[in-house]
Nanobody
């Protein structure tokens, strides 16, 4: 059983930066790929970014490419999403998720992830 706990959300002005973290426990962290998703009010949960088992490969949604950076520290069992140049449309609850499928790390569908955190609110004011 894998437990994921996000932290670091908050309120920031447009153009600002915010860093959200996810701490994992249970299982072997380095054996599963990690992803970040977000869900705005009235919208479906959407893919933001994913990172491979070792952290050597990353993939981003077009909407955040060049502004967000995903990273992981397997020694500390954490994954981080650094968000820069934030826009009001980035406002959402941000979730980290673990993908235990060993065949592919680059998965963008919600249904491809096995474990989820409880989410952390990110609000960007204009």
């Amino acid at each position: 059983q894998v437990q994921l706990v996000e932290s670091g959300g908050g309120l920031v002005q447009a153009g600002g930066s915010l860093r959200v973290s996810c701490a994992a426990s249970g299982g072997t962290f380095s054996s599963y790929a990690m992803g970040w998703f977000r869900q705005a009010p009235g919208k479906e949960r959407e893919f933001v970014a994913t990172i491979s088992w070792s952290g050597g490969n990353t993939y981003y949604a077009d909407s955040v490419k060049g502004r967000f950076t995903i990273s992981r520290d397997n020694a500390k069992n954490t994954v981080v999403l650094q968000m820069n140049s934030l826009k009001p449309e980035d406002t959402a609850v941000y979730y980290c998720a673990a993908n235990l499928y060993v065949g592919s790390w680059r998965r963008v569908e919600v249904r491809s992830y096995d474990y989820w955190g409880q989410g952390t609110q990110v609000t960007v004011s204009s």
